[in-house]
């Protein structure tokens, strides 16, 4: 038996704003376990902590109770071992694509020639050759996030946290970009945990769906996604595929009501 590669042990956040009662119970004792070169996806209704819980995986929030081990050992604040890609607005707007790749790869490691060629590696592997010296605001929304997504993969983290990466997407960049992604991961040995709140992104990316409560979050359901790979993109009109819809969507059907009822 392998051991976890992430273990999220009874997580609580609570923000406190500044006025007094302001204060937002975001996760609630949440419990989750990854193992090395799962694929991960975590579905929620909006608000319910899928991005806290994210950044407390990553690093740049520090959980109110509760312990993050990595390999077994506890840790604290952001590491380069954990490589985090967000919806938007995460590039450089002054770098260039390569420099945005370059920007942050550990550079007393490489020398300049290995750090151009690595840097040209994972433009190859996004499908960017040939806008090397495009500044971002020349780049379509699909190329920045695949340019986000080679600077993170630049570093070769284990772990790849996604927070809702294909979000501002349209639909068929984001299409493209899903296979990209599994494309990456099957190659790769990487353990991968992505945020979305699409059901059937949620299963089509992953092996294992984990539902989460509207808030306070907390993991409502774990489901697996017993689905072979590689995933042709017919998949999605499978019967089983759409069983798992089927299934997921009415999880969390009561999530977003309760979450509506809440507000009112
Ligand atoms: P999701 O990503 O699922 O939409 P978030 O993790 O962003 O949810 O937020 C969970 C809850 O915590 C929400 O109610 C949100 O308003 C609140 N929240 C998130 N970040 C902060 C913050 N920095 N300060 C106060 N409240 C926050
Ligand atoms: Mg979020």
Redo the contacts with the bound molecule.
């Keep these: 038996m392998k051991n976890p590669k992430v273990q999220v042990d009874r997580v609580t956040k609570i ?1 406190t ?1 500044n006025k007094k009662n302001a204060q ?1 119970l ?1 996760l609630d004792t949440t419990n989750l376990t990854i193992m090395p070169n799962e694929f991960i996806t975590i579905l ?1 209704p ?7 819980l994210l950044r407390i995986v990553g690093g740049l929030e520090e959980q109110t109770t509760g312990h993050v081990y990595l390999d077994g050992e506890e840790t604290f604040g952001p590491s380069s071992n954990r490589g985090m890609v967000f919806q938007a607005y995460s590039l450089f707007p002054w770098l260039t694509v390569e420099e945005n790749i370059e920007f942050g790869l550990k550079t007393n490691e490489m020398t300049a020639a290995q750090r151009k060629e690595l840097v040209h590696n994972y433009i190859d592997l996004v499908q960017l050759k040939g806008f090397e010296k495009h500044y971002p605001r020349q780049l379509s929304g699909g190329m920045q996030q695949r340019v986000a997504i080679a600077r993170a993969l630049a570093n070769d983290p284990e772990i790849l946290l996604l927070d809702e990466p294909f979000g501002a997407l349209d639909n068929q960049t984001r299409t493209l970009m899903q296979e990209l992604l599994l494309e990456i991961w099957e190659k790769s040995n990487k353990t991968i945990l992505f945020i979305t709140h699409d059901v059937e992104e949620s299963i089509f990316l992953a092996n294992r769906v984990i539902v989460m409560t509207s ?1 306070p ?1 907390r993991i409502k359901a774990d489901i697996p996604i017993d689905l072979e790979h590689p995933r042709p993109y017919s998949i999605k009109i499978d019967p089983r595929f759409l069983a798992y819809k089927e299934q997921l969507t009415e999880l969390i059907r009561e999530e977003s009501l309760k979450a509506m009822m809440e507000v009112k």
Excluded: D, E, F, I
């Design positions: 923000y704003g937002v975001a929620g909006s608000g319910c902590g899928k991005s806290t808030r979050g």
